[in-house]
């Protein structure tokens, strides 16, 4: 059996935010296997698991579910009208363990990079 995480991300250093932002970012609850991947099996078996909040200092700014989209892309699906759906860059290929980087595409295609800060089961 898969556990699911408690995924935290946090702006990694980008033009414009040069030492980074830990207080912009996504919670993600998410399964993991044992190599710190994303387990798409185990979503499909629970999705309503699957969670996600965007965040700002200490204020949720949406907050959605984590999906497979076309393709077996992962996306981050928030309420329609509250915040653009932002889709993990490469995500099925990351390790979700703290320290690593990871990407996200936002819907107009501007990417931004996320350091996992922690990772906690759940």
Wanted: glycine share 12%; aromatic share 8%.
């Amino acid at each position: 059996m898969t556990t699911f995480h408690h995924i935290r991300l946090e702006l990694a250093r980008e033009p414009g935010s040069p030492s980074g932002d830990p207080d912009t970012g996504y919670d993600i609850v998410a399964p993991l296997n044992d190599a710190g991947k994303l387990d798409g099996e185990a979503l499909k078996a629970e999705p309503q698991r699957g969670r996600v909040r965007a965040f700002t200092q200490d204020r949720t700014t949406a907050a959605g579910r984590l999906t497979r989209g076309p393709g077996g892309r992962w996306l981050l699906d928030f309420e329609p009208g509250v915040a653009e759906d932002a889709t993990g860059f490469h995500f099925g290929d990351e390790r979700f363990v703290p320290g690593e980087y990871v990407s996200l595409t936002l819907a107009d295609g501007r990417q931004h990079t996320y350091v996992v800060a922690r990772v906690q089961p759940v």
